[in-house]
């Protein structure tokens, strides 16, 4: 799929095309404006693409970044609100969440924190019991242990109903361990797509004596050169290398920072 950015002849994001499993729980990584969210409302179908087309089926929530709300209503008028215009509703688990995070019905929108406002749209999506929930950085105004619980809730939602999750994000830390497949954008452009593990086990760090190529087979994401040794992250499938190289797998992190390098 391809999309024009509104009002200029920039691409927002071109050629991106992936197929998401049922259950699984999908990071889109990338920098400030490289196109998550612009992907995240094709997926939604609120922003046709200029070319190829997205679908998804069964039920879709989103939740946009900025999580807008009418400021008067109050958090029990939300949830009415979400009852009213879902044919599909399920108010008791709408409920549960906000429980969970101790977030009072008689409050109005206006004078939730950041953080609440977050669990009422969360509790709004979930209420729609939705078959694929997209979350637009979601966890932007939460606190590092926040992120942790709200992280954790999310994924027993898709380990008890079968739900695919699929949200964006800048921050490498928060797809470790969390997501098992990654989407990698930059400037609009899908640099990886794949199991996160699978993803981990092919790029391999090879460090040894100053060199002008890769000691082994595979494309190399990035090298770099010292006075006397040299470095080539390669996308190798675990290839060994002779001595006096040595090999590691690389980080979420590492591997992520690299391809970003590469691109710019």
Sequence with gaps: MSVVAAGVSKWAVRDVSFELPPGSVTAV??????????????????????????????????????????????VADVLAFGKHMNKTWDGERADEWLKRFKVPRKLQAEDLSGGQRTHLTL???????????????????LDPLARRKVMSELLTEVADRGMTLVYSTHVVAEVGGVADRLLLLSAGRLLLDGETDDLLEEHVLYTGPHASKSPVKGP???????????????????????????????????????????AA
């Excluded at 709004?124 to 979350?135: I, S």
């Design 220 to 262: 190399v994401v990035q090298a770099k050169h010292g006075v006397s040794h040299s470095s080539y992250l390669v996308r190798s499938g675990g290839a060994a290398a002779g001595e006096p190289w040595t090999a590691r797998f690389v980080t979420l992190e590492e591997l992520v920072v690299a391809h970003l390098e590469r």
């Design 123 to 141: 509790a709004l999506a979930l209420g729609a019991r939705p078959d694929v929930l997209l979350l637009d950085e979601p966890l932007s105004e």
């Design 29 to 74: 990584v990338g920098a400030n404006g490289s196109g998550k969210s612009t992907l995240l409302n094709v997926l939604a179908g609120h922003l046709p693409p200029e070319s190829g087309h997205g679908a998804i089926a069964g039920r879709v929530a989103y939740v946009p970044q900025h999580k807008p709300m009418y400021k008067s209503f109050r």
